[in-house]
C-alpha cells in the first residue's frame, strides 16, 4: 500500500478481531482517488488557460487578432498538461462528482465481495477516498435490519473528525472498536459466519 497514511498491519488485526468476535466479514478498502475526473481536469484547464491568456493580452497587443484566439487555446492546453502532471484537478472536483464517483465505486467493490459464485459472504464494507475525503459505509440486507442509518453515521462522523486531523490510524481502528460494539450489541455475534473469508487486509485500489 504505497503511500498510504496508515500502517496497514495494525488495522488488519482489528479487522482480524471484528470478525472473530462478532461472526461477520468485514471488508475495508480504500484508494487515493474513485475517478480521474476528466471533466474537472478541463474544467480547471479552461478557467486557468482563459486567467493567463487574459494576463498575456493584457500587457502585449498581438497582430493579427486571430494570434488571440491562438494564445487562449495554447493556454488552455497548457494549463491542462501542468494539471494532469501535477494532479491538481482534484481542486476543481465538485462535491456533487466526488459522491457519486465514490458511491458507485464502493457500491461496485460491495456486490463483489457478496458474489456467491466466488463464495464470499461480506457483511460490511467500509471504503474511502483520500483525495476526495469521502467514506461509505455499507452493510447487507441482514445487517440493515439490525443496525439504524444513525449508528452509521455515528461511525462515519467518528473517522471524519480523525480524518480532518491527519490521523488516520486512530480513526480507522476507532471506527473498527466501535462498529463492533454496536454489531454484538445490536445483532449479536453471527451463528452462521461464512465459510470463505475474505483476507483480512485493507484492500488498497489503484
Known sequence: MRNAPFTSASVAEKIK????????????AACHASDPYPGALWRGGVLIGLVLSALALHFYNLHPRSLEILLVGACILLAVTVMRLLDLQRFFVLPSEAERETAEKASALFSQFQSSSLGHQAAILLFFSL????????????????????DLHEILALLRTHFKKGDFQTGLESAISVLEEKVLAKAGKNPHP????VPDRIFWLD
Open 17 to 28: 478481531n471484528f470478525e472473530e468476535h462478532t461472526g461477520y466479514e468485514l471488508v475495508v
Open 131 to 150: 483525495s476526495e475525503h469521502k467514506m461509505h459505509l455499507l452493510i447487507d440486507r441482514d445487517m440493515n435490519e439490525k443496525l439504524k442509518a444513525e
Open 194 to 197: 461464512p465459510t470463505l473469508s
